[in-house]
């Protein structure tokens, strides 16, 4: 299984590749008012509008750098009935690799990875945890962004 890599916050970080729907450069975003955590503003993707959790933010309360491997991650969060698009903004988004998912152990299991400028281990990143379903529905509702 294909798994893309990140960084945050001096942390490395993968998501599976099938939960990923496309990786884009850092656009404006704009400002949203009383937002969960991390999120940082709103984007328009595809006639949508769409969250953006900062992800160094959301782990450290210091934004990302904006440099050119600095980059937005679409993947979707909620659960049952309720789904919708989430960007992920993150550092050093330049790698994927293929692993075993054998070797990726729960939903936000450690695994070693080998690449020369990255730490020997990546966490497996559980979007829930970035916006958890019932606080996405209610950001999602509040600022009618679906």
């Known amino acids: 299984m294909k ?6 916050a001096a942390h490395t970080y993968m998501l599976a590749a099938v939960d ?25 993707y595809r006639g ?8 160094c ?6 934004a990302c750098h904006r440099l050119l491997s600095t980059r937005i991650i679409v993947t979707s969060c909620g659960a049952g009935e309720f789904r ?25 299991g450690a695994v070693s990875v080998s690449l020369a400028d990255r730490p020997a281990t990546a966490q497996l990143l559980a979007v829930e945890t970035l916006l958890p379903p019932p606080a996405a529905a209610e950001l999602y509702r509040k600022t009618e962004l679906t």
């Open 20 to 44: 990923i729907t496309e990786v884009i450069p850092c656009v404006e975003l704009v400002p949203l008012a009383a937002a969960p955590l991390g999120v940082c503003g709103y984007m328009q």
């Open 48 to 55: 949508d509008k769409v969250p953006v959790v900062d992800l």
């Open 3 to 8: 798994y893309l890599l990140f960084d945050a």
């Open 84 to 108: 919708a698009p989430l960007g992920i903004l993150a550092e050093n988004v330049t790698d994927i690799i293929d692993l075993d998912p054998a070797l990726v152990t729960g939903a936000a």
């Open 57 to 62: 933010l959301w782990q450290a309360g210091n």
